[in-house]
Nanobody
Framework: QVQLVESGGGLVQPGGSLRLSCAAS????????IAWFRQAPGKERERVSC????????YYADFVKGRFTISRDKAKNTVYLQMNSLQPEDAAVYYC??????????????????WGRGTQVTVSS
């Protein structure tokens, strides 16, 4: 069973950047679609981005297009989320997850059965 661990969160000023990492153990991430979700206090968890295992197709939510980039590092068995031009509304706990389909990105958190524990992103001056 794949296990996912996020890292890279922290405090950043508005307009700043962070790179989140999602590392895997007990599996090779190349064979898994990996999504990033986020959840702010009092809000529902929302999908931010996803990369499929086949052909590396990507998805971005409208509210991060042009600012966030998802990528894989096969050698490090890690998926990254590069976040630029961060704003206070981006503050949340960010989670990586893989869906039941394993290969393809899916909508909705209910379609994802393996989750990391999350990493906190705070955007404040």
């Amino acid at each position: 069973q794949v296990q996912l661990v996020e890292s890279g969160g922290g405090l950043v000023q508005p307009g700043g950047s962070l790179r989140l990492s999602c590392a895997a153990s007990a599996a090779t991430l190349d064979y898994y679609a990996i999504a990033w979700f986020r959840q702010a206090p009092g809000k529902e968890r929302e999908r931010v981005s996803c990369v499929s295992s086949t052909e590396g197709g990507t998805y971005y939510a409208d509210f991060v297009k042009g600012r966030f980039t998802i990528s894989r590092d096969k050698a490090k068995n890690t998926v990254y989320l590069q976040m630029n031009s961060l704003q206070p509304e981006d503050a949340a706990v960010y989670y990586c997850a893989t869906p039941y389909s394993r290969l393809y990105c899916l909508e909705g958190q209910d379609n994802y059965d393996v989750w990391g524990r999350g990493t906190q992103v705070t955007v404040s001056s």
